[in-house]
């Protein structure tokens, strides 16, 4: 049984910074791909960064600059370093982790306020 547990969400003003950790824990082993997906109300949920067990990272063209991912295969841990937020980053952060296939975590809102 895998488990993704995520952590680090909460309520911000704009322009404040958020931490967001996923941790997995159970029968999981050599993890590939990990990353985040956001989903905001009324819209589709989209791919907001990812990084590779070589520590190759993409993002999101909104968030470049702003959010950085990083990994602890240690751990089995990826966090996501949100600063500079904007309104518009409100949504359910979701994690995955892809090993020998995708597991999800249950989501963590973050809300940015005006």
């Known amino acids: 049984q895998v488990q993704l547990v995520e952590s680090g969400g909460g309520l911000v003003q704009a322009g404040g910074s958020l931490r967001l950790s996923c941790a997995a824990s159970g029968s999981i082993f050599n993890i590939n791909a990990m990353g985040w997906y956001r989903q905001a109300p009324g819209k589709e949920r989209e791919l907001v960064a990812s990084?590779?067990?070589?520590?190759?990272?993409s993002s999101a063209d909104s968030v470049k600059g702003r959010f950085t991912i990083s990994r602890s295969n240690a751990k089995n841990t990826v966090y996501l370093q949100m600063n500079s937020l904007k309104p518009e980053d409100t949504a359910v952060y979701y994690c995955?982790?892809?090993?020998?296939?995708?597991?999800w975590g249950q989501g963590t809102q973050v809300t940015v306020s005006s």
């Open positions: 995955y982790v892809f090993s020998v296939r995708l597991y």
């Open positions: 990084i590779t067990s070589k520590n190759s990272t």
